[in-house]
Protein backbone atom coordinates (compact mmCIF):
# COMPACT_ATOMS: atom_id res chain seq x y z
CA UNK A 1 0.00 0.00 0.00
CA UNK A 2 0.93 3.69 -0.72
CA UNK A 3 -0.34 6.52 0.73
CA UNK A 4 0.20 10.40 0.13
CA UNK A 5 2.49 12.01 2.26
CA UNK A 6 3.61 15.92 2.17
CA UNK A 7 6.95 15.96 0.57
CA UNK A 8 7.86 19.71 0.47
CA UNK A 9 6.20 23.47 0.20
CA UNK A 10 7.05 27.10 -0.76
CA UNK A 11 5.29 28.55 2.28
CA UNK A 12 3.87 32.20 1.20
CA UNK A 13 5.30 33.31 -1.82
CA UNK A 14 3.60 36.19 -3.24
CA UNK A 15 2.44 35.84 -6.86
CA UNK A 16 4.18 37.67 -9.22
CA UNK A 17 1.39 37.22 -12.42
CA UNK A 18 -1.67 35.80 -13.73
CA UNK A 19 -1.58 34.78 -17.35
CA UNK A 20 -4.89 33.57 -18.47
CA UNK A 21 -3.78 33.40 -21.89
CA UNK A 22 -1.48 30.81 -21.44
CA UNK A 23 -1.73 26.89 -21.14
CA UNK A 24 -2.58 25.67 -17.81
CA UNK A 25 0.30 25.46 -15.02
CA UNK A 26 2.22 27.46 -12.39
CA UNK A 27 5.91 28.88 -13.37
CA UNK A 28 8.39 28.85 -10.79
CA UNK A 29 11.57 30.55 -10.36
CA UNK A 30 14.02 27.63 -10.39
CA UNK A 31 15.90 28.19 -7.15
CA UNK A 32 12.59 28.05 -5.78
CA UNK A 33 12.07 24.62 -7.23
CA UNK A 34 15.02 23.48 -6.20
CA UNK A 35 15.05 24.49 -2.66
CA UNK A 36 11.39 22.58 -2.08
CA UNK A 37 12.96 19.56 -4.40
CA UNK A 38 9.99 20.01 -7.10
CA UNK A 39 11.03 19.06 -10.27
CA UNK A 40 9.11 20.75 -13.51
CA UNK A 41 5.48 18.82 -14.86
CA UNK A 42 5.51 17.94 -11.19
CA UNK A 43 1.90 17.98 -9.75
CA UNK A 44 1.22 20.93 -6.73
CA UNK A 45 -1.99 21.65 -4.58
CA UNK A 46 -1.90 25.50 -4.24
CA UNK A 47 -3.65 27.62 -1.26
CA UNK A 48 -4.43 30.72 -1.88
CA UNK A 49 -4.58 32.90 1.40
CA UNK A 50 -6.33 35.81 0.59
CA UNK A 51 -9.38 34.36 -0.81
CA UNK A 52 -9.46 30.54 0.46
CA UNK A 53 -8.73 28.94 -2.91
CA UNK A 54 -7.46 25.65 -3.25
CA UNK A 55 -6.34 23.58 -6.73
CA UNK A 56 -3.91 22.02 -8.56
CA UNK A 57 -1.52 21.94 -11.38
CA UNK A 58 1.47 21.25 -12.55
CA UNK A 59 5.04 23.19 -12.45
CA UNK A 60 6.97 24.81 -15.09
CA UNK A 61 10.24 25.99 -14.84
CA UNK A 62 10.74 29.66 -14.45
CA UNK A 63 13.76 31.57 -14.78
CA UNK A 64 16.50 31.28 -12.09
CA UNK A 65 16.73 34.25 -9.08
CA UNK A 66 13.64 35.72 -10.91
CA UNK A 67 11.46 35.58 -8.05
CA UNK A 68 8.60 33.98 -10.38
CA UNK A 69 5.39 32.36 -9.02
CA UNK A 70 3.37 33.08 -12.35
CA UNK A 71 -0.37 31.36 -12.45
CA UNK A 72 -1.24 30.11 -15.87
CA UNK A 73 -4.68 29.85 -17.83
CA UNK A 74 -7.70 28.78 -15.60
CA UNK A 75 -5.77 28.96 -12.44
CA UNK A 76 -4.81 32.23 -13.28
CA UNK A 77 -8.64 33.54 -12.65
CA UNK A 78 -7.95 32.26 -8.98
CA UNK A 79 -4.91 34.41 -7.87
CA UNK A 80 -3.83 38.45 -7.94
CA UNK A 81 -0.76 39.42 -8.37
CA UNK A 82 0.16 40.08 -4.68
CA UNK A 83 -1.77 36.93 -3.29
CA UNK A 84 0.33 34.98 -1.01
CA UNK A 85 -0.03 31.07 -2.16
CA UNK A 86 1.99 27.88 -0.48
CA UNK A 87 2.86 25.52 -2.77
CA UNK A 88 2.31 21.58 -1.45
CA UNK A 89 4.05 18.91 -3.29
CA UNK A 90 3.11 15.43 -2.39
CA UNK A 91 4.71 11.82 -2.51
CA UNK A 92 3.52 8.55 -2.93
CA UNK A 93 5.35 6.15 0.50
CA UNK A 94 4.79 3.38 2.27
CA UNK A 95 3.70 3.40 5.56
CA UNK A 96 6.93 2.34 6.75
CA UNK A 97 9.32 5.17 4.61
CA UNK A 98 6.78 7.56 5.47
CA UNK A 99 7.63 6.97 9.01
CA UNK A 100 11.11 8.55 9.01
CA UNK A 101 10.61 10.70 6.02
CA UNK A 102 11.24 14.62 6.57
CA UNK A 103 9.56 16.86 4.54
CA UNK A 104 10.88 20.03 3.22
CA UNK A 105 9.75 23.81 3.81
CA UNK A 106 10.65 27.02 2.22
CA UNK A 107 9.96 29.85 3.24
CA UNK A 108 10.65 32.50 0.88
CA UNK A 109 11.92 36.35 1.80
CA UNK A 110 10.75 39.51 -0.05
CA UNK A 111 10.83 39.43 -3.75
CA UNK A 112 10.12 35.40 -3.29
CA UNK A 113 13.85 34.72 -3.16
CA UNK A 114 15.83 32.13 -0.74
CA UNK A 115 17.53 33.24 1.79
Not at 52 to 59: C, I, S, W
Amino acid sequence: MLIHVFKSKIHRAVVTEANLNYMGSITLDESLMEAANIVPGEKVQIVNNNNGERFETYVIKGERDSGVVCLNGAAARKVQPGDVVIIISYALLTPDEAKDFQPITVFPSEGNSIK
